[in-house]
């Protein structure tokens, strides 16, 4: 006998939550204060998490007696959110407290220590979620444990950052919370007066560089770190501030570098640990040299500057080791024309987590793994009925040699559907062939992983299978290109030009105020409107979109609309190294996106390499069709040859950039009108600079932007046929249109019905 009780226990404007009981383990309020959320702005002194309440039940090890609460989201807009948790921890917690994060559709499942880190957020990932409220999208707690006694306790859950509510005068920020300063945080995650307002209130910025530090120590305190104070039990084990205010260098022509920042000398030299303080003189040491090291061996010179010993709060105030990276300077263009290029940031970033990891690894005695870089040339291929096979090559760091992976995940996405949580391949098997479904769209992303972690996803791929059909399009992503803005720099002028080019970073960025307004090198110094570097604030607060890596499957979600075509997918690194044969294939989707050899960016790109000009030269002369999508098809082909090329094969001739006065998003043809990102944005990464693309007869337009300019060419030759955009595909941003619009070109493309 199941006695089942479902009844909502709390609801928001956003969130409904509900309990469910099996046998005797009922939910009941716990003694503990909880997490409670108010409309309008939280004041000084105002704790939310001591606001509410919270609840508790004994555990259980047997599924018929089960009880759960489910927190159950009402998504205003689809897309990816974070998810945090909070509970209180009493005396009796578990270790092992059963969260499950439902999102579109799949289950991830958690075991949290509850023993430790109560009454404040606890991240546990960030998820793709469907809009509206539904049972694919929320989060699980159960009492099952492995132990036989104990409690589990249930507070709050928040689904993504959030904007700013905290009021300091009389105004909140009117920022996204994860721009605004660590004080304002350290409020909302319910950290004591004394923790985040050390200024008494006077001094936010002093509170900002305190708040953190303090933090750090109430969180820690209790554990094995900080045994001998007060705080949540997080056994946090160093803390590491990292600035970019290494200085200047007066000449203006060279690069500031690294330096690093210890305290030892204070507080009596000991930290709440017992240890010296010069292990903070460690990490710091052990920072300076890997990081100025890694950058010189990868980017040139790169000065290996001072290590300071004084007094710093974030490397004074905290109760275990500390230290303070100035990884650059940002007074310094030089640095930041290298800070702001989105590989140096990863290879900086990696370089900083290698130093980490050989200090902690030093402190306790261990060896130490680095994680693995991330997979190329991967491909997806239909390998016969009911099959694909996803192919890959492994990445090697020449730097680490314990980088080497033992394994792979391939984590596999079906429709509309998030990804799951993959399927580990073993040893230096580098493919793994999967069963699907007819009509059902199969993305997929690897990942390398050994024991010190797992790497950051290849860009994904997609298959398809239609049942009966007889032409298989193969989709080539060509879209790698990461870099900073637009670089200025001659005799007169200096800075980052986003209305020239915005560069392109990895996924979201946050990082610009706005617009660079001065580039006078004369008005070097003066802090005014007219001064070099001065900005407007047009983009404050703003997240930029940028590449993310899954273009594929936009254009083989629309492919598979017209359910009479196969699909395979590659990295176009597949195919210029010959691991993927397209002769196979009756039509070629290439997709461009914002590549091109823009010539400041710190690694090559370029659209059309020497050997991807040769594969499309081959494959439309064995009559293959092609469509071709990209903003810098034409600029990025400068030389008479390369040129004659694009006349040759795509038939069109570049003639500028779309510089409609207006800058309007619409585009008509193919019997339809649409906008496409054009401007920067949340969203989807944007086409500032869509190029006009005139046809080379017998070729004809396809497409006009709203100034009436050439944006797409369509060429129905005898021999084979070809469609090129000046704009990327992706880009257009209504599904519905988008699909329509590809399945027009597939009729011309493959003479169908």
């Not at 060279?254 to 010069?278: A, F, K, M, P, V």
């Not at 970033?349 to 030093?362: D, P, T």
């Not at 090559?393 to 391939?410: L, Q």
């Not at 560069?503 to 617009?515: N, Q």
Request: with cysteine; hydrophobic share 30%; aromatic share 10%.
């Amino acid at each position: 006998h199941r006695d089942l009780h479902s009844c909502p226990t709390r609801r928001s404007s956003d969130l409904e939550i509900y309990q469910d009981t099996r046998g005797q383990h009922r939910w009941h309020h716990a003694d503990s204060a909880g997490f409670a959320f108010h409309p309008g702005v939280y004041v000084d002194h105002e704790n939310p998490f001591e606001q509410g309440t919270s609840r508790q039940t004994e555990v259980t090890n047997n599924p018929e007696s089960e009880s759960t609460i489910i927190w159950r989201p009402a998504i205003t807009e689809a897309g990816r959110y974070a998810v945090y948790v909070s509970y209180q921890t009493v005396e009796n917690s578990i270790d092992d407290a059963h969260y499950t994060v439902w999102h579109q559709g799949v289950s991830t499942e958690f075991r949290v220590n509850q023993q430790m880190g109560g009454r404040t957020w606890v991240y546990l990932g960030t998820f793709d979620f469907d809009a509206g409220s539904s049972a694919r999208n929320c989060v699980i707690l159960s009492n099952q444990s492995r132990h036989h006694h104990g409690v589990v306790t249930a507070d709050a859950v928040r689904f993504g950052g959030g904007m700013g509510n905290i009021r300091r005068g009389y105004t909140t920020s009117g920022l996204p919370r994860a721009l605004e300063g660590s004080r304002y945080y350290a409020q909302w995650a319910g950290m004591p007066y004394s923790v985040y307002s050390t200024k008494n209130g006077e001094d936010d910025y002093g509170d900002d560089i305190n708040a953190r530090s303090y933090m750090a120590n109430l969180l820690g305190g209790g554990s094995v770190y900080m045994p001998d104070t007060t705080g949540r039990g997080v056994p946090l084990e160093l803390s590491l501030a990292i600035h970019s205010d290494a200085g200047y260098t007066r000449d203006g022509q060279t690069h500031t570098g690294t330096l690093s920042i210890c305290t030892t000398y204070l507080n009596d030299s000991i930290l709440y640990s017992g240890l010296s303080r010069l292990v903070s003189r460690d990490l710091a040491d052990e920072l300076l040299v890997s990081v100025s090291n890694d950058m010189a061996k990868h980017y040139g010179s790169w000065p290996t500057r001072e290590l300071y010993d004084r007094n710093y709060s974030e490397s004074r105030c905290p109760g275990i080791p500390s230290a303070i990276l100035e990884t650059m300077s940002h007074q310094n263009f030089w640095d930041m024309r290298y800070g702001q290029d989105p590989n140096f940031r990863f290879d900086m970033a990696r370089s900083i987590y290698k130093a980490i990891l050989r200090y902690v690894s030093r402190m306790h005695h261990t060896r130490y793994v680095v994680s693995p870089l991330a997979p190329t040339h991967v491909r997806a291929e239909l390998t016969g009925t009911g099959q694909v096979k996803v192919s890959w090559k492994s990445t090697k760091d020449a730097d680490e040699s314990t980088a080497e992976p033992t394994g792979y995940i391939v984590y596999t996405a079906i429709g509309k559907n998030g990804f799951d949580n993959g399927t580990y391949v073993k040893g230096k098997n580098t493919s793994l062939t999967i069963d699907i479904e007819p009509e059902l769209l199969y993305s997929f992303k690897v990942t390398a992983v050994n024991d010190g972690g797992e790497s950051f996803p290849t860009e994904v791929v997609s298959a398809y299978e239609s049942p009966g059909a007889q032409k298989t399009i193969l989709i080539v992503n060509g879209f790698h290109r990461l870099a900073s803005p637009a670089v200025r720099n001659n005799s007169a002028e200096q800075g980052f030009d986003l209305e020239m080019d915005a560069g392109v970073t990895y996924g979201r960025t946050a990082g610009w105020l706005g617009y660079q307004i001065s580039f006078d090198k004369t008005q070097m110094g003066k802090e005014t409107r007219s001064g070099l570097g001065f900005t407007n604030d047009s983009l404050m607060g703003q997240f930029i979109a940028g590449n993310d890596f899954n273009y594929v499957r936009t254009h083989a979600e629309a492919i598979a609309t017209a359910k009479r075509y196969n699909i395979a997918s590659c990295s176009s690194e597949a195919l210029e190294t010959n691991d993927i044969h397209p002769t196979q294939y009756q039509m070629m989707d290439l997709i461009l996106g914002l590549e091109k050899n823009d010539g400041w960016a710190l690694r090559q790109y370029q659209a059309f390499s020497p050997m991807m000009r040769q594969h499309l030269k081959l494959f439309t002369s064995r009559g293959g069709a092609l469509l071709v999508s990209g903003s810098y098809i034409g600029s990025d082909m400068n030389m008479p040859a390369e040129r004659r090329y694009l006349e040759d094969i795509l038939k069109i001739s570049y003639e500028g950039v779309n510089t409609d006065s207006l800058r309007r998003d619409t585009i008509e043809g193919l019997g339809k009108t649409f906008e496409f990102y054009r401007h920067l944005n949340e969203t989807h990464y944007a086409a500032t600079n869509p190029e006009v693309l005139q046809p080379v007869a017998p070729a004809y337009p396809a497409m006009v932007y709203a100034d009436g300019y050439s944006a797409s060419v369509a060429y129905d030759g005898k021999d084979y046929k070809a469609m090129t955009m000046g704009f990327p595909f992706e880009c257009i941003k209504d599904e519905q249109k988008r699909c329509s619009l590809m399945r027009g070109i597939l009729r011309f493309l493959l003479q169908t019905n």
